[in-house]
């Protein structure tokens, strides 16, 4: 599981980030709101652990930012206030969860087991779609009329992408997916140019290639329909 860690406390920030890299965790970590949302514009998370008191852009205008963008990741917030309108200020912004410091790491470690058991258990039967392009978590499968079976990166990758069509990054990364999927899609699309790599088939082409045309339409977004 990837994880965004966005405080300012170095120590803390420290002795948090190394806690979950020694659980398995890979960890980035930034030390204010601004740099939490351009990483979070650059890479993919399953979890945000987002500090509400920190310099340049605090935590709760950053959730906003990364909110209005698309970004559905998971947010948890730290925090070290204890009233109840603060904490429901958080949320209503759009973060999942918080913790109060002073809080226990244990307590920390154990949020991030249970929300990575509960999405395997979700991504153990869930299917994503998009115009008619379909996405089998379970089985690794992308279809449409046809299908292709993927790797758990290319899996990864491409629920990313689908649950967020529209985000920029996304946009510019599908490339890099279709380049390591290059010779299977060969065999799936049945394009056979020498030229075949990560650009998509001009317009004229589009209809030839029903599922690439949906894999098109989701990693460019509605505004490129």
Do not use: C
């Amino acid at each position: 599981m990837k994880i965004l860690l966005a405080e300012d406390e170095a120590q803390l920030n420290r002795v948090l980030t190394v806690a979950m890299q020694k659980s398995g965790y890979d960890v980035d970590s930034v030390f204010n709101g601004q740099e939490a949302v351009d990483a979070v514009k650059k890479h993919p998370y399953d979890v945000i652990i987002m500090d509400i008191m920190m310099p340049v852009k605090n935590g709760l205008d950053a959730v906003k930012e990364i909110r209005a963008a698309g970004d559905k990741t998971y947010i948890m917030m730290l925090t070290a206030k204890s009233e109840i309108d603060d904490k429901v200020t958080g949320l209503d912004v759009g973060a999942d969860d918080y913790l109060t410091k002073p809080f226990s790491l244990k307590e920390l470690l154990a949020r991030l087991r249970s929300k990575e058991r509960r999405s395997e258990d979700y991504n153990s039967t869930q299917e994503l779609n998009y115009d008619n392009l379909k996405l089998d978590l379970n089985s690794q499968e992308l279809s449409s009329n046809n299908s292709i079976s993927l790797s758990k990166q290319e899996t990864g990758l491409m629920r990313y992408f689908l649950l967020n069509p529209a985000r920029p990054s996304a946009r510019k990364n599908y490339s890099t997916m279709f380049g390591r999927m290059k010779m299977k899609a060969k065999t799936w699309f049945g394009y056979t140019s020498p030229s075949f790599g990560p650009s998509w088939p001009q317009s004229g082409q589009m209809s030839r290639f029903p599922a690439r045309r949906a894999a098109s339409s989701a990693l460019r977004g509605p505004d490129h329909d």
